[in-house]
Nanobody, 114 residues
Framework: QVQLVESGGGLVQPGGSLRLSCAASGIILRLNIMGWYRQTPGKQRELVARISRDGSIYYEDSVKGRFTISRDTAKNTLYLQMNSLKPEDTAVYYC????????WGQGTQVTVSS
C-alpha cells in the first residue's frame, strides 16, 4: 500500500532554514504531480508547492523565493528546502499527490519562533 513519511521538521528561529523530506513507498513519485501542504489548527490544509511529472513547479505566493521543492527519483523522495523562515510558516507539513490523495502521513511539525 501507499505510504508517505514526512520528516525534517523542528524548532527554528526566524530567518532560519529547514529541509523537509517525504519518503514514498507504493507509488513512484515522478509519475505523480506531488505537493507539499501545510496545516495550522483550525485552518484548512493548504498547498504551498507542487512539482509536476515534467518537473514544472508551482509555489504559493507567500513562499516564493524562500522555499524550493525538489525530488530524488532514485530515492523516491520529495524534498522541501525552506529558507528565511517566518513565524507564519509554523504548521504541520505534509506531502501528497495533487490530483488524487493517497493516505496522509503523520506530517512533520515546523515551528518558527524566537
Amino acid at each position: 500500500q501507499v505510504q508517505l513519511v514526512e520528516s525534517g521538521g523542528g524548532l527554528v528561529q526566524p530567518g532560519g532554514s529547514l529541509r523537509l523530506s517525504c519518503a514514498a513507498s507504493g507509488i513512484i513519485l515522478r509519475l505523480n504531480i506531488m505537493g507539499w501542504y501545510r496545516q495550522t489548527p483550525g485552518k484548512q490544509r493548504e498547498l504551498v508547492a507542487r512539482i509536476s511529472r515534467d518537473g514544472s513547479i508551482y509555489y504559493e505566493d507567500s513562499v516564493k523565493g524562500r522555499f524550493t521543492i525538489s525530488r530524488d527519483t532514485a530515492k523516491n523522495t520529495l524534498y522541501l528546502q525552506m529558507n528565511s523562515l517566518k513565524p507564519e510558516d509554523t504548521a504541520v507539513y505534509y506531502c501528497n499527490a495533487i490530483t488524487k490523495y493517497y493516505p496522509w502521513g503523520q506530517g512533520t511539525q515546523v515551528t518558527v519562533s524566537s
